[in-house]
């Protein structure tokens, strides 16, 4: 027998009932994500008189080789003070997290951005490409209070699984159950519960702070039939200014000096007839801020077949383009802010047709919407050679004078499992439609740069304008649609009580209707049609994994297989729109 598609956790209780035979019962059975929980029962007759001891062990963490097993207790102890599910996953010792801002996550020494993180089957990657973390948002796009499992594998040979060349990280969001469970947290980092760093025994105060919070919810809405999962969390850190205008009292301070500052304001209120508040300042409040929330549904249609419907939200914006060094001083208005908005959708049947046959059909739509802002809304200004010897930059930075992302991510797919004797045939479609809307326009609104402050009060400076066709933009925005068409076939052979094998076979093409407009100035410099969509692209991804159990203490285990995924497509959306 067999029985796909259930819940992972537990504790299961499993009877084996006969008419001829005593029965047998087993208890306390927790599965867990990605893994086969086999049972061996060999009934005896009901005159025989045994003693049964049964037991369980719940494992928080397990690691077999390139892959990594975490559970909800793994989870609520991870060390980590970030909330992201890096900070779980990186304990597999092929895991790396590299240091910055955008902790950028390694497995086996492949590039961050051919890895992939699903959580409940539901894409958290970045379709576009261009966030270095992975991610589709900038920070963690969940709740870690809504995971209940993580696993990571460097290199899992599983044909059902695609969309990564370096490895695979899944999770699973929780259900509810019949009991009412709940709770609220409260973190709070500060510069007052903190030292105050010291450059050569001087005390240099720093101000710094972040407050985050988060509730959780789970239960039944009916008992024993609909189940309920709430979680939601809230993260606000003020940011402080690395750099301040010499003479400002700042920890770090650049050339240009406040002085040299209301000079410039001056000469853009006076001869360019901007306001300061237009100019912008050394001083400001730059801010990072994120929400996110989680709901799902677990629903017992009958003993049969189950469904699921889970919606994940998250909104994130952090300022960037702050001064980093002494060099330049870049005003307030200079700086620009980083909105991104995930909306996550899917829906989810599980059913067990007869004591053979399973199948999976889900349904996924996700939205990203990402935006760069300017705090100024005029061309990027430098005024360089100041009597100090620094530069001031003030106005909209020149990349982001145009500057807009959407993405949309329409999946459906089959799985489905036949058991057959000793064989789990498993088979599959996957239908997936990427849609891209990108709009990057450098030096649209103009950039400016000015050799010293006089040729700023007398207008001579150096100007340069790119734009679309009629001074619009929108002219040379990127707007294709792309389609993915998946198969897949494998076999899982129990061939003995020791040995597994699995060998299975994937095949994955591409299809475009749309084509970046045909350019004859290209074709002329390079040789190269310029509109190839990459239309028909197709590739086979053969998989094989061997597991052999030698003894309780020892499993080895192996593999080889094709693999493929991490798709650039902004490389691909600058064929549409840099023609």
Do not use: C
């Not at 049972?39 to 007759?45: D, R, V």
């Amino acid at each position: 027998y067999i029985a796909a598609g259930l819940r992972v956790g537990g504790p299961y209780k499993i009877i084996v009932d006969s008419d001829t035979y005593a029965d047998q019962e087993y208890s306390d059975i927790y599965l867990q994500l990605g893994k086969e929980e086999r049972i061996n029962s060999q009934l005896q007759q009901e005159d025989t008189n045994t003693i049964v001891i049964t037991g369980s062990r719940v494992l928080s963490t397990m690691a077999d080789g390139s892959s990594s097993y975490f559970g909800e207790q793994a989870i609520k102890t991870q060390s980590g003070i970030t909330r992201d599910i890096k900070d779980i996953v990186r304990a597999n010792p092929l895991v790396v997290v590299l240091p910055g801002d955008d902790a950028q996550l390694t497995i086996a020494g492949m590039n961050p951005r051919f890895n992939s993180f699903t959580v409940d089957g539901i894409s958290q990657n970045d379709d576009f490409g261009l966030n270095v973390g992975g991610n589709a948002t900038q920070r963690s796009p969940l709740p870690i209070d809504a995971l209940e499992q993580v696993t990571v594998d460097a290199a899992p040979f599983d044909a059902k699984v695609s969309g990564f060349s370096g490895g695979l990280i899944n999770a699973v969001f929780k259900s509810g159950t019949n009991e009412l469970h709940g709770g609220v947290w409260f973190e709070k980092l500060d510069d007052q519960w903190a030292g105050t760093p010291k450059d050569q025994g001087v005390e240099i105060p720093v101000e710094f702070g972040e407050e985050s919070w988060g509730v959780n919810l789970d239960g039944a809405l009916i008992k024993d039939k609909l189940f309920f999962n709430v979680s939601y969390e809230s993260f606000d850190s003020p940011q402080t200014l690395e750099f301040g205008a010499a003479g400002s009292g700042a920890a770090n301070v650049t050339e240009a000096t406040l002085a040299e500052v209301a000079e410039v304001q001056r000469i853009a209120r006076d001869v360019y007839g901007l306001t300061d508040a237009q100019t912008g300042s050394d001083t400001g409040s730059p801010v990072e801020e994120d929400e996110k929330y989680v709901i799902k549904l677990d629903w017992n249609i009958n003993d049969f077949h189950r469904a699921a419907f889970t919606y994940q939200f998250n909104e994130g914006n952090r300022t960037r383009n702050t001064t980093s060094s002494p060099g330049e001083l870049r005003l307030s208005s200079h700086w620009y802010n980083v909105t991104e908005e995930l909306n996550n959708y899917t829906a989810k049947v599980y059913s067990d047709w007869t004591n053979d046959f399973s199948s999976e059909i889900s349904v996924t739509s996700k939205e990203v919407s990402n935006r760069q802002v300017s705090f100024g809304n005029f061309a990027d200004v430098t005024v360089r050679n100041l009597p100090s010897g620094g530069n001031i930059a003030f106005g909209s930075d020149f990349s982001r004078h145009a500057n807009t992302l959407d993405t949309a991510t329409d999946i459906l797919k089959f799985d489905g499992v036949y058991l057959l004797t000793d064989h789990s045939i498993e088979f599959g479609f996957e239908y997936q439609e990427l849609s891209v809307q990108n709009l990057f326009v450098q030096n649209s609104k103009g950039t400016i740069v000015f050799d010293n402050l006089a040729n700023f009060e007398n207008l001579i400076g150096d100007y340069t304008y790119a734009n679309g066709t009629g001074n619009d933009p929108f002219a040379v925005g990127a707007d294709f649609n792309r389609e993915t068409f998946s198969f897949y076939v494998q076999d899982h052979w129990i061939v003995s009580d020791q040995l597994d094998l699995t060998f299975g076979l994937r095949y994955e093409t591409l299809k475009s209707d749309d084509k970046p407009p045909f350019n004859q100035n290209s074709m002329n410099r390079t040789g190269f049609d310029n509109s190839e969509n990459l239309d028909g692209i197709d590739i086979f991804l053969p998989r094989l994994g061997i597991k052999y159990e030698v003894n309780d203490d020892l499993t080895l285990r192996g593999g080889i297989g094709r693999f493929s995924g991490g798709q650039p497509n902004v490389w691909i959306s600058n064929a549409y729109s840099a023609n």
